[in-house]
């Protein structure tokens, strides 16, 4: 009989002892949410204040937030580590008809010295095509006649 009071007794201190650590998770899970909903309304008055002090902008608040978030400094460090070690080329080309004058008259603005500024224009286009890519351009292209003529 003593015996089986002790496994009662036991068994009763277990159980209470379990049913505590329950309640200290209960009360420890009560008190983070009551954490949570006084961040929530707190943050909630800061958003209110800020777009009130914006004149009611909700763009310019999302921007706001964005640049005191750091978010465009690390879309800049994305874009950055995604080009790097890419080693790209640039090449920068004019073709010669800058805005001259001859006579005080520009000789930039003529139709047949644009179209002569776009032919000027290719072969860099094409060498700088072939230096990045190993492509040419298909031969035919040097081959083309007028067909008006014909």
Not at 21 to 48: M, N, P, S, W
Not at 119 to 125: G, H, N, Q, S, V
Request: aromatic letters at 8%; zero cysteines.
């Amino acid at each position: 009989m003593m015996r089986i009071n002790r496994q009662r007794a036991l068994a009763s201190a277990t159980f209470y002892a379990s049913q505590q650590v329950a309640d200290g998770e209960l009360y420890a899970k009560q008190k983070e949410a009551e954490g949570l909903i006084a961040l929530a309304q707190a943050q909630g008055t800061y958003l209110r204040t800020l777009l009130e002090a914006l004149g009611g902008n909700y763009t310019t608040l999302r921007d706001y937030m964005m640049i005191n978030g750091g978010v465009f400094q690390e879309l800049a460090k994305i874009n950055a580590g995604a080009v790097q070690g890419l080693q790209p080329k640039i090449s920068i080309w004019t073709n010669g008809s800058g805005g001259e004058t001859v006579d005080g008259v520009g000789t930039s603005s003529s139709a047949l010295n644009q179209v002569g500024g776009v032919y000027k224009m290719l072969p860099p286009l094409f060498q700088t095509v072939h230096e990045q890519t190993g492509m040419l351009p298909p031969a035919w292209m040097g081959t083309l006649t007028d067909s008006t003529n014909n």
